[in-house]
């Protein structure tokens, strides 16, 4: 048994229900999803290098949730909202990233003179 089960049914033993997991799992699932809106958001409209660092945050998460989800028959139905934060998190790394290089690029440029 790998360690991530073990820890997930040791859970289980010590008091934990099956809709206490399902609870668990969707508040995950939408935290996982709402971080990788922000940080989207935020590195489109507010500050590039911040949201890269976040949507790297964010796609760590949902990454780290989705095999916490794989390992347990309760995160089956919560699978394709993980999915979808997973792909909007990537989405904002290469969306901040481009305007990261845009923004350095624009500030990098030679002034006018008038």
């Known amino acids: ?14 008091g934990m229900t099956r809709d206490n997991f ?3 799992f969707d508040q995950q699932s939408h935290r996982a999803q709402s971080d990788a809106i922000i940080s989207l ?12 660092v ?11 949730l989705l095999s916490e989800l794989q390992t347990t028959p ?5 699978m394709s909202r993980a999915s979808g934060a997973k792909i909007i998190a990537i989405a904002a790394i290469v969306m901040s990233a ?4 845009g923004t350095l690029g624009w500030l990098s440029r030679p002034p006018r003179l008038p």
């Open 1 to 14: 048994m790998r360690s991530a089960e073990f820890g997930v049914w040791n859970q289980m033993s010590h």
């Open 22 to 24: 399902r609870e668990d």
């Open 41 to 52: 958001v935020i590195g489109l409209v507010c500050c590039s290098p911040l949201g890269l």
């Open 54 to 64: 976040l949507s790297i945050r964010a796609l760590n998460r949902t990454n780290s």
């Open 74 to 78: 309760e995160g089956a139905e919560f």
């Open 98 to 101: 481009v305007s990261a290089v």
